[in-house]
Every structure is written in structure tokens, then in C-alpha cells.
């Protein structure tokens, strides 16, 4: 009879062993044996809480996707600045975070995007990771911008940090946050600037029509 409380635990270890064998094989070679050693159980305790490979690598990513999402909400809880530029930046740096840069991550994020295209269930997980990340943006956006062209921004950031990212995974150095991060910053800025073009009918916050109040009054100074 395990012991009570035991499965959270139990599932936390092998969701770090399963990070650990990604990061020293890949995903293809982490057989049931190795991440069942890592974590110091037997294979049938994988069975047992995740049935197969396929449940464990689920479940390892919803834990990485979990540690993105929490690192935003945590950004954003210890933001006073609500807005829309302040809260895009807030994702930004979320999405490239240390929780989602360590080898481990980058390695098993990059096995996942592979496998999800063959594995419905891990399909299922990309689109439900893709659709948070552009509807989070494109909510931000459209507090300045027209809803066209808020989408088409919030698709361009999509874009861009998860181009960033892959760029950085894959370059065989450490990652560089603070470059990745810069970079989107411009493209955000260069996004928030079309809020200023005469003519806009985008939706504005308080913040910008005060803003563009000052800008006013400044050029009839």
C-alpha cells in the first residue's frame, strides 16, 4: 500500500528524471529503464502513474509549461505598472525565464515540438501552448491598437520569441536572455508606435489618451 501523499512526490521525480534523461540521451534514446533509474524506482511505477512514455513526456511538458505561466503570473503580481507595454514586457521575459533556458528545458522543449507533430495528445498540448501565448499578447495589443492589426502583432511576437528561442537553443552557447529579450522589446516598440499614427481607431487606454493629450497640448505650446 504506498504511503499517503507519496504519489505527488513520486510523479515530481520521475517528471525530473525524465528532464535529466532528455538532457544526457535525448528523447529517443530515454527509455523507460533509464528514467526509472534516475529516479531511483521501478518501471512499473511509470506504468502505474502515467501508463507509458508518451503520458510521462505529457506530463513533463505540462510541468514546463506550467513553470512558464507561473513565472508570468509571478512577474505580473509584482508589477505596478498595468500597462499594456508593461504587461508585454512581463510576458516576454516570462518566456525566457531560467526555468525555460536550462539545457534540460531547451532540450526536451525541442523533443516535444518534434514529437507533437506525430503524438495527438502532445499535439493537443502545442496548440493549447501557442493559443495562451498569442491570445495573452494580442489582449495587450488591442488595448492600443485596431483588432487587425493587434492580431497581426501578437502573431509577429509569437513569432519572433519563439524564433528567439530556438536560435539560442540551437546555437550550442549559453543562452543569451538579455540579447533575446532586447529584440522583442524592439519589435513591441515598433508595434506600440502605430498607436500614435494620426487617424488610429484603435481602442485606447487611459494611459495613452492622456499621453497624446500631453503630446497635444505640447504642439499647441
Same mark, same amino acid.
Given at each position: 500500500?504506498?504511503?499517503?501523499?507519496?504519489?505527488? *512526490?513520486?510523479?515530481?521525480?520521475?517528471?525530473?528524471?525524465?528532464?535529466?534523461?532528455? #538532457?544526457?540521451?535525448?528523447?529517443?534514446?530515454?527509455?523507460?529503464? /533509464?528514467? &526509472?533509474?534516475? $529516479?531511483?524506482?521501478?518501471? =512499473? *511505477? +511509470?506504468?502505474?502513474?502515467?501508463? #507509458?512514455?508518451?503520458?510521462?513526456?505529457? !506530463? %513533463?511538458?505540462?510541468? *514546463?509549461?506550467?513553470?512558464?505561466?507561473?513565472?508570468? +503570473?509571478?512577474?505580473?503580481? &509584482? /508589477?505596478? #505598472? %498595468?500597462?499594456?507595454?508593461?504587461?508585454?514586457?512581463? +510576458? *516576454?521575459?516570462?518566456?525566457?525565464?531560467?526555468?525555460?533556458?536550462?539545457?534540460?528545458?531547451?532540450?526536451?522543449?525541442?523533443?516535444?515540438?518534434?514529437?507533437?507533430?506525430?503524438?495527438?495528445?502532445?499535439?493537443?498540448?502545442?496548440? +493549447?501552448?501557442?493559443?495562451?501565448?498569442?491570445?495573452?499578447?494580442?489582449?495587450?495589443?488591442?488595448?492600443?491598437?485596431?483588432?487587425?492589426?493587434?492580431?497581426? $502583432?501578437?502573431?509577429?511576437?509569437?513569432?519572433?520569441? #519563439?524564433?528567439?528561442?530556438?536560435? =539560442?537553443?540551437?546555437? =550550442?552557447? !549559453?543562452?543569451?536572455?538579455?540579447?533575446?529579450?532586447?529584440?522583442?522589446?524592439?519589435?513591441?516598440?515598433?508595434? /506600440?508606435?502605430?498607436?500614435?499614427?494620426? =487617424?488610429?481607431?484603435?481602442?485606447? %487606454?487611459?494611459?495613452?489618451?492622456?499621453?497624446?493629450?500631453?503630446?497635444?497640448?505640447?504642439?499647441? $505650446?
Amino acid at each position: 500500500m504506498p504511503k499517503v501523499g507519496m504519489q505527488p *512526490i513520486r510523479r515530481q521525480q520521475l517528471i525530473e528524471a525524465t528532464l535529466q534523461a532528455v #538532457d544526457q540521451v535525448g528523447l529517443g534514446d530515454a527509455s523507460i529503464a /533509464l528514467i &526509472a533509474r534516475l $529516479a531511483g524506482v521501478s518501471n =512499473g *511505477i +511509470i506504468s502505474h502513474y502515467f501508463r #507509458d512514455k508518451n503520458g510521462l513526456i505529457a !506530463a %513533463t511538458m505540462r510541468y *514546463i509549461m506550467n513553470m512558464l505561466n507561473e513565472g508570468v +503570473i509571478a512577474r505580473r503580481q &509584482a /508589477l505596478a #505598472d %498595468t500597462s499594456p507595454r508593461a504587461q508585454l514586457q512581463v +510576458i *516576454i521575459e516570462g518566456n525566457f525565464d531560467a526555468s525555460q533556458v536550462t539545457g534540460p528545458a531547451m532540450k526536451t522543449w525541442l523533443a516535444f515540438w518534434a514529437s507533437s507533430m506525430h503524438q495527438p495528445s502532445l499535439h493537443r498540448l502545442q496548440r +493549447i501552448n501557442d493559443h495562451r501565448l498569442y491570445s495573452n499578447l494580442c489582449y495587450q495589443f488591442r488595448q492600443v491598437l485596431p483588432l487587425d492589426e493587434a492580431r497581426s $502583432a501578437a502573431r509577429g511576437l509569437a513569432a519572433l520569441i #519563439d524564433g528567439l528561442w530556438l536560435r =539560442g537553443a540551437l546555437s =550550442g552557447d !549559453a543562452f543569451d536572455t538579455a540579447q533575446a529579450v532586447r529584440i522583442a522589446y524592439e519589435y513591441m516598440d515598433l508595434q /506600440l508606435a502605430k498607436q500614435q499614427r494620426p =487617424g488610429s481607431d484603435a481602442h485606447v %487606454t487611459e494611459q495613452p489618451r492622456a499621453a497624446t493629450a500631453q503630446s497635444a497640448q505640447a504642439r499647441r $505650446a
